[in-house]
Every structure is written in structure tokens, then in C-alpha cells.
């Protein structure tokens, strides 16, 4: 069957790079979740358990179909059907002859013959299983055959999106039904599901997940809106007046859209209960390799990733000849248990502890509420398990811009970032538009000043850092950076866990945080102040924000103190040394107190200059 993106030429070197990375046995279970002809799923079915899904009805008839094509025996029907189907010439003037082709439209998919007996072959398929006289495997195989069949006569370019206007000379054939059995009998379990991915993708269960989505922004259910009705035959009365297309508006896939296929690979890769994990794609695809790579790393172990090219003979016609080279590639990553897996913050905020997420989770203990006080870039609390997280910075606008990953939905997000850089001519090292966008931003109303406008003129500032001045306009300088697949892929993923947990926003001095938000023994405090030793933005005090001093480095080991004796826990990030200073009161506070220090060793910071951050804890 002509099909895209089919792997029938390349499934044993994707089942020998599968058998290599997995140790395959009977108690395995494969999940072949956007299956299309199930290509993969069909060279794995005397190895292990098989699952295969995929949204049309088509495809998942076809796959299961020829799966089990080899078990089925027709011992009640009481004859070979293949036979009795080419032996004889009976034809049925119904929906197809009459819908697509001359016999009853101007629609050239089938010639008349065939179209009539299309018609034959599926309402006597019908009649047999209505009339118990063949199962439901030897239902689906003879379904599958009648796709592989009107693929051989069909009067297109390979898809039916559309038909030929002129004859194919294959076309003219007389149909045959096709036996497309492979003579394999299964062995193992074969599960079907016939839904959208994202939709079931948290209740199946299974060792390895392959996946193999679109590439580009082709629409399957409009590509092969002829065999879904074929398959479902339920012979829909509004239908396109031109293609004769059903109705494909349940049939959209978003994998098949720019930025939404990012969103759903995250998804999938967060949700999947598999171990194993690998990707077919190719250079040609909407999402690169950098972001699926990027991606991959996140919910996976980095030392398992793997990009293994493929030869593979690309299909062209006079319309794609001489186009950039094709290289079809199979993705692989051991995924790690959930506890491991770490977000970061689309934001570099300065001080961000994106490096020590994991050495802070280590210390954490379990509470229902954790407070992120000094929120940020909002690295840690975005990692927290506490049921209840609240973040905290006195920074209202970069509170209000942490909300908005909450708030607006991530496509949208994406798009209007996506169509402010094209407006302003926003690109990497372009000084005059950054300034000019900068410009724009600072002098809008400030009911007007959309936090999505912000984040996109942030990305190609210097170094994408977030800086003010007293009347809180935004300071940054240009820079040489950009909107890159990395930063794209912690936003999807930041935006997808911030609407997922339950996290409200506030922005208050923590001196009077506990005038607005409940703080008790069930209630984790963690604190990442300006650090007294190291300058930045954020800590000099002409923002139109505090600063910080040393009064101010009391007050906080104060209100540490006050906190740890009503048996709140508490943990501080700091820095006791940098550029050959110490920072003594600090490290004479927590001898006098008795508190736990964690020494985290050499950070890097923006500078470029290592600083020896700590931890602190109350309990």
C-alpha cells in the first residue's frame, strides 16, 4: 500500500537497532502508537506483545489486518474468499460507484468497473460478519486486503487528497483482491486502539514506545479520506464537491502542525509509562533534530541518547526531484522514573539554580505547601512535589511573567512570540531592531504591555537577562542570542508541568508574606535572596526594587530564625565565598544555630566566574 512516511523498506534495520538497544521478551510489550500500515508493529508479532494505535480507521484496520492475516482460516465461511472474489465479476452500483467515480460524478478516484466493484467486495465483506460467517480477524484481514487492492486501480498520485484528471494507465486495470498476507502467524497478544495519541498515551502500558509521526503539516485524514469511508462504511451524505472528501474535522491531527507537534512530542514523552523510547524523523520534518534531541535529553538519561541515520530511499516526483538531500533518522533515549526528571525555566534569570535542581531536591523534605520566597526564574519551585506550591517575588513584572506560562495557552503563546519577532524584525546580533522593539514596549500603556512581548524582546537581549530601571522600564542591552530549539523546548515544557500543579502567584515582600499566605509546620519555605557577595541586577537597589545590604541579610537570618523555632522548615541558598571573599556572619549564623550546611561547590555564573553557593537548612 502506498502510504506516507510507510516503513515496510526499513523495518528490519529498525528492528535490529530496537533488538540492540532492548532485551526483547515474550512478557515485552511494544507500542506502536501512530502505527499508519503498522509496519513495525507487524515485524514484532511472534516477539513480544504488540500495541499499535493510530487515529484513522484505516490504518489501524490495515495493520491489524495484515498482522493477523496468517491465523485466519475461514473455516466457517467454507471457502477461500480470495478466489471467489477474482473468479467472479459481480459489481454494485453503490456509494463509491456512485461518488467517486464517472458512473455518478464528475470524480475520476476509481474508473466505473472498479468502482462498482469496490462496492461488491466491501457490502459482501459486510454481509459475511453481520451473518457471524467470518470473525473479527478474518473481518479486519479482508478489509485490509480491500485497501491494499483499490490502492493498485486508484486514479491518484498516491494519496487521495485529490484525483488524477487524466487516466493512469493502472488506474484502467480490473481490480484484483489482493491477499497481502505475509504467512506469520502472531504468537503474541495484539491490542487496538483507534484514538488520538495524546488522548490515551497516560493509560497504556508498555515497554517501548515507537513512534512515527508526520513530518510536515500533511493532513492524513484528508490524504486518505477515501479509505476511512470505506473502511467505516457509513456512507456520509455531505461530502466535498469537488474531492468528494468527508468531513475531516475530527480526523486534524495536531501532529501534523507547526509547534503543536512540539507540544505533543513533550506530552507524550512526559506521560508515556515506557522505558524504551524511540522516534522515527527525518531533516525534512517541522521539528529538528536539536529540539527533539534537546527534548529527549530532558525525560531521558543523556548518556543513552542516540541519532541513528538511516538509508532510505525517498519517494519523488518531478515536483520534489533536486530538493535538499533526505536522511531518515531512528531517535533513542532510556527514559528515567518521573522523581528524576527536572524542568527548567524558560527565563535565565540571574542566580538561576538550574544546575542544582537535582542537589536541592536531594535536601527537600515532604510538605503539602512549598513557597518558592524568592521566586525568579522559578527554577526549583516548578520542581517541587508539595501539593500545593506558591511562587513569590517582590519583581511583580517578573511574576506577571511567570504567570503568563500559566495562563496562556502554549500554542498561542508560541505563535504570538513567533509573530512579535517577524513584526519587529527581531534576529540574533540585529541591534537596531532590538532597540527599536525595546523602544515599543517601554513606551506602550502599561494595561498594554503583554508579558509575551516582554519574554520575546528578552530572548535577544545580552545574554537574555532581565533588567530595569527605576521607572520600570525594560534596560537590557542587545545581545546575540535568540529564539533557539532549546529555549523552545523548556517553554513547552515549563508551560505544560505550571498549568499541570497547583501553583499560585503573589508578590510581596517576604518580610509580609505571612500576612497573605498560611505558613505552618506543613509548610516548606525555600529561599534564594540576593546573594551579599555578587552584584547583578536584581541586588543594587536602583530598579525600583529593594536591594540587598547587610541590614537586609540580618532581617532574612531573622526571619530564618523566628521560622525554624515554630518548626517551619527552612532551606537557604547563598554564597559564602566569591572572588576571594567569605562571607563570615553567614557562616557565624549558622555555627550559632546549629543549622545543616550542604556546600554545593563552584557555580558558574553569567561572569563566567565560578561562586561557591551553599545550602542551608533549619532541620
Known amino acids: 500500500m502506498r502510504y506516507l512516511g510507510n516503513k515496510d523498506s526499513i523495518t528490519s534495520t529498525i528492528k535490529k537497532i530496537v533488538s540492540s538497544k532492548v532485551q526483547i521478551t515474550p512478557n515485552t510489550t511494544l507500542f506502536d502508537a501512530l502505527c499508519g500500515t503498522g509496519s513495525v508493529a507487524n515485524v514484532f508479532k511472534t516477539d513480544c506483545n504488540v500495541i499499535i494505535n493510530d487515529s484513522l480507521n484505516c490504518a489501524t484496520t490495515y495493520a491489524y489486518g495484515r498482522m493477523v492475516a496468517a491465523s485466519c482460516t475461514f473455516n466457517v465461511l467454507g471457502f477461500d474468499p480470495f478466489e471467489f472474489f477474482n473468479s467472479n465479476e459481480n459489481v454494485l452500483q453503490g456509494y463509491f460507484y456512485t461518488n467517486y467515480s464517472p458512473g455518478g460524478s464528475d470524480r475520476m478516484y476509481l474508473s466505473e468497473y472498479n468502482a462498482g466493484r469496490v462496492d461488491y467486495f466491501r457490502q459482501t465483506i459486510e454481509d459475511w460478519h453481520v451473518h457471524d460467517q467470518i470473525n473479527r480477524e478474518e473481518y479486519t484481514y479482508l478489509l485490509a486486503c480491500l485497501i491494499e487492492s483499490v ?17 493512469d494507465d493502472r488506474a484502467l486495470r480490473t481490480i484484483q483482491f489482493i491477499n497481502l498476507s505475509d504467512g506469520i ?16 498515551i497516560e493509560n497504556i502500558q508498555c515497554d517501548i514506545l515507537y513512534l512515527d509521526p508526520p513530518y510536515t503539516q500533511n493532513q492524513y485524514g484528508t490524504q486518505y479520506h ?13 461530502i466535498s464537491k469537488v474531492t468528494g472528501s468527508r468531513s475531516t474535522r475530527e480526523m486534524r491531527s495536531d501532529w501534523s502542525k507547526i509547534y503543536k507537534v512540539h507540544i505533543l512530542l513533550d506530552r507524550i514523552l512526559a506521560k508515556t509509562s515506557a ?26 538519561y543523556e548518556t543513552t541518547f542516540e541519532r541513528i541515520e538511516i538509508p532510505y530511499k525517498k519517494y519523488e516526483n518531478w515536483k520534489s526531484q533536486n530538493k535538499k538531500d533526505h536522511y531518515e533518522y531512528l531517535f533513542y533515549i532510556e527514559k528515567k522514573p518521573t522523581e528524576e526528571i527536572i524542568f527548567e525555566s524558560p527565563l535565565n534569570y540571574t542566580g538561576s ?22 521566586g525568579g526564574g522559578f527554577n526549583v519551585g516548578i520542581n517541587s512535589d508539595s501539593r500545593d506550591i506558591i511562587y513569590n517575588d517582590i519583581n511583580f513584572i517578573v511574576k506577571q511573567l511567570l504567570e503568563s506560562f500559566q495562563k496562556c495557552d502554549t500554542y498561542d503563546y508560541i ?99 505571612r500576612d497573605h499566605i498560611k505558613i505552618d509546620q ?65 557562616k557565624e549564623w549558622i555555627a550559632q544555630n546549629g543549622y545543616t550546611l550542604i556546600p554545593l561547590g563552584d557555580i558558574i555564573g553569567i561572569s563566567g566566574k565560578p561562586r561557591k553557593e551553599i545550602l542551608v537548612t533549619t532541620f
Not at 539554580?353 to 524568592?374: C, G, M, R, S, W
Not at 542587545?478 to 502567584?505: H, M, P
Not at 555578587?534 to 537597589?541: E, I, R, W
Open 275 to 300: 522505558r524504551h523510547i524511540f522516534l522515527s524523523y527525518n531533516n525534512a520534518g517541522d521539528m529538528s533534530r536539536e529540539y527533539i534531541e534537546t527534548l529527549m535529553k530532558r525525560y531521558g
Open 185 to 200: 502467524v502472531p504468537t503474541h497478544t495484539i491490542e487496538v486502539h483507534t484514538n488520538k495519541l495524546e488522548q490515551i
Open 151 to 167: 490502492s493498485f486501480v486508484s486514479n491518484t498520485a498516491g494519496v487521495y487528497g485529490a484525483f488524477l484528471k487524466k487516466w
Open 226 to 238: 477515501l479509505l476511512e469511508t470505506l473502511i467505516l462504511d457509513d456512507r456520509p451524505e455531505k
Open 522 to 586: 506543613n509548610t516548606f519555605l525555600y529561599l534564594d535572596p540576593p546573594y551579599k557577595l555578587t552584584t547583578g541586577s536584581y541586588n543594587d537597589g536602583k530598579r525600583g526594587f529593594k536591594g540587598w545590604n547587610d541590614e537586609l541579610e540580618k532581617e532574612l537570618f531573622a526571619f530564618i530564625d523566628e521560622m525554624a523555632l515554630k518548626n517551619i522548615p527552612c532551606m537557604l541558598s547563598y554564597v559564602s565565598e566569591h572572588k576571594g571573599n567569605t562571607n563570615t556572619a553567614l
Open 415 to 513: 505563535t504570538y512570540v513567533k509573530k512579535f519577532i517577524e513584526k519587529h524584525n527581531l534576529e540574533k546580533g540585529n541591534k537596531e531592531s532590538y532597540l527599536a522593539a525595546r523602544e515599543f514596549y517601554n513606551k506602550l500603556p502599561e494595561s498594554k504591555k503583554d508579558p509575551r512581548m516582554l519574554f520575546a524582546i528578552i530572548l535577544y537581549s545580552y545574554q537574555q537577562q532581565i533588567r530595569f530601571n527605576s521607572n520600570y522600564e525594560f534596560n537590557n542591552t542587545a545581545g546575540v542570542r535568540w529564539f533557539n530549539d532549546c529555549i523552545l523546548a523548556k517553554l513547552i515544557s515549563f508551560s505544560r508541568v505550571i498549568k499541570e500543579k497547583n501553583i499560585t502567584f503573589t508578590s510581596y515582600d517576604y518580610i509580609h508574606l
Open 353 to 374: 539554580k538550574a544546575k542544582v535542581v537535582p542537589y536541592i531536591k536531594q535536601n527537600l523534605i515532604a510538605t503539602d505547601t512549598f513557597v518558592d520566597v524568592f
